[in-house]
């Protein structure tokens, strides 16, 4: 992407992508879950792209959101996906994982892992620190929490007598995005202070990446349908 290309206009780009790799998908397939959830947050960026004065720098986050979908769409097509992508690419039509759990584990595979990737390659490609990026990545953290209310509500209403002690219950309260892009922020930190030495930056990336997937296979644990806890699945 030109940094002369239009922000909002770029971004439109990576919904008019995503879009084309959710037509082909079938309804309930778990990637397509998530993917749904990932263009309603890029769509939410792409109109906030276009008010003067939401992000500081719009041209710097078209550049990260275009490295972020990239990461995320390739992970789709690489013959090896990155290990925090195989939970969830192995498990997407498994009949006992709800809907949510997929949303959940690819919003965790994309956030803790893809995106301090994407930022220290932002960086690179921009040449700045991240520091210059900081105001609009926390800018972004208020767009992904009201989408992550809305996942939330749309994909695991929890009747008023569910039991503290359900499965559900505790996968639901394990997750926070707001931890998540905490997390991300201090790996993109790390990862850039290890930029000029090749084998420790590998090392840490890779360790970044089967972490993320430990979490993002656990966020995928079998739970069943919510018939017996009295809300539908959806």
Same mark, same amino acid.
């Given at each position: 992407?030109?940094?002369?290309?239009?922000?909002?206009?770029?971004?439109?780009?990576?919904?008019?992508?995503?879009?084309?790799?959710?037509?082909?998908?079938?309804?309930?397939?778990?990637?397509?879950?998530?993917?749904?959830?990932?263009?309603?947050?890029?769509?939410?960026?792409? !109109?906030?792209?276009?008010?003067?004065?939401?992000?500081?720098?719009?041209?710097?986050?078209? !550049? +990260?959101?275009?490295?972020?979908?990239?990461?995320?769409?390739?992970?789709?097509?690489?013959?090896?996906?990155?290990?925090?992508?195989?939970? +969830?690419?192995?498990?997407?039509?498994?009949?006992?994982?709800?809907?949510?759990?997929?949303? +959940?584990?690819?919003?965790?595979?994309?956030?803790?892992?893809?995106?301090?990737?994407?930022?220290?390659?932002?960086?690179?490609?921009?040449?700045?620190?991240?520091?210059?990026?900081?105001?609009?990545?926390? $800018?972004?953290?208020?767009?992904?929490?009201?989408?992550?209310?809305?996942?939330?509500?749309?994909?695991?209403?929890?009747?008023?007598?569910?039991?503290?002690?359900?499965?559900?219950?505790? +996968?639901?309260? #394990?997750?926070?995005?707001?931890?998540?892009?905490?997390?991300?922020?201090? #790996?993109? !930190?790390?990862?850039?202070?290890?930029?000029? $030495?090749?084998?420790?930056?590998?090392?840490?990336?890779?360790?970044?990446? $089967?972490?993320?997937?430990?979490?993002?296979?656990?966020?995928?644990?079998?739970?069943?349908?919510?018939?017996?806890?009295?809300?539908? !699945?959806?």
């Amino acid at each position: 992407m030109e940094l002369s290309t239009a922000p909002a206009d770029a971004v439109a780009v990576l919904s008019a992508r995503l879009r084309a790799v959710l037509a082909g998908l079938p309804t309930g397939d778990g990637v397509g879950v998530f993917g749904g959830v990932y263009l309603q947050v890029t769509e939410a960026v792409e !109109r906030y792209l276009g008010e003067d004065g939401y992000f500081r720098v719009p041209a710097e986050v078209a !550049r +990260l959101s275009t490295l972020f979908a990239d990461r995320f769409l390739g992970a789709l097509a690489a013959p090896t996906p990155p290990a925090c992508w195989r939970p +969830l690419l192995a498990l997407r039509r498994h009949p006992g994982i709800l809907p949510v759990q997929f949303a +959940l584990s690819g919003m965790n595979s994309h956030i803790e892992h893809d995106l301090p990737l994407s930022v220290v390659d932002s960086c690179v490609s921009l040449g700045c620190a991240p520091e210059e990026l900081a105001a609009d990545f926390h $800018r972004i953290n208020d767009v992904l929490a009201a989408v992550e209310d809305r996942v939330r509500e749309e994909l695991a209403p929890l009747p008023q007598e569910l039991d503290v002690a359900d499965p559900l219950l505790h +996968l639901l309260g #394990s997750w926070s995005i707001d931890a998540a892009r905490d997390a991300a922020w201090a #790996s993109a !930190r790390l990862l850039w202070e290890l930029r000029d $030495r090749p084998d420790a930056y590998d090392s840490a990336a890779a360790a970044l990446d $089967r972490s993320t997937g430990m979490v993002s296979r656990c966020l995928l644990t079998p739970l069943g349908d919510l018939s017996h806890r009295g809300g539908p !699945r959806a």
